[in-house]
Nanobody, 118 residues
Framework: QVDLVESGGGLVQPGGSLRLSCAASGSIFSPNTMGWYRQAPGKERELVADITSGGSTNYADSVKGRFTISRDNAKNTVYLQMNNLKPEDTAIYYC????????????WGQGTQVTISS
């Protein structure tokens, strides 16, 4: 069993910044990939960014240059620094962790709301 606890969401004005955090606990396999997805109302869930245990990152084109993902392997924690936020970034943001051992495992957090509005 793996638990993911997100924090840091909220309401911010356009152009502002937020930092999301997610701590994973439980039976975690390493190496793994941690990441963030988001789902806006009426839209499909999409990958925002992910990062491997070795530090390789991947970003959605819509957030490149504005968002930065990082992690602390010792704490099994992943962060998402979001700058220059836009109204279209409004969504529920979900933390994930995944790995492949004898099978593929992918766990999700409960989600945290991010709202960009003036």
């Amino acid at each position: 069993q793996v638990d993911l606890v997100e924090s840091g969401g909220g309401l911010v004005q356009p152009g502002g910044s937020l930092r999301l955090s997610c701590a994973a606990s439980g039976s975690i396999f390493s190496p793994n990939t941690m990441g963030w997805y988001r789902q806006a109302p009426g839209k499909e869930r999409e990958l925002v960014a992910d990062i491997t245990s070795g530090g390789s990152t991947n970003y959605a084109d819509s957030v490149k240059g504005r968002f930065t993902i990082s992690r602390d392997n010792a704490k099994n924690t992943v962060y998402l620094q979001m700058n220059n936020l836009k109204p279209e970034d409004t969504a529920i943001y979900y933390c994930t962790i995944s790995w492949r051992s004898w099978s593929y495992f992918h766990y999700w957090g409960q989600g945290t709301q991010v709202t960009i509005s003036s």
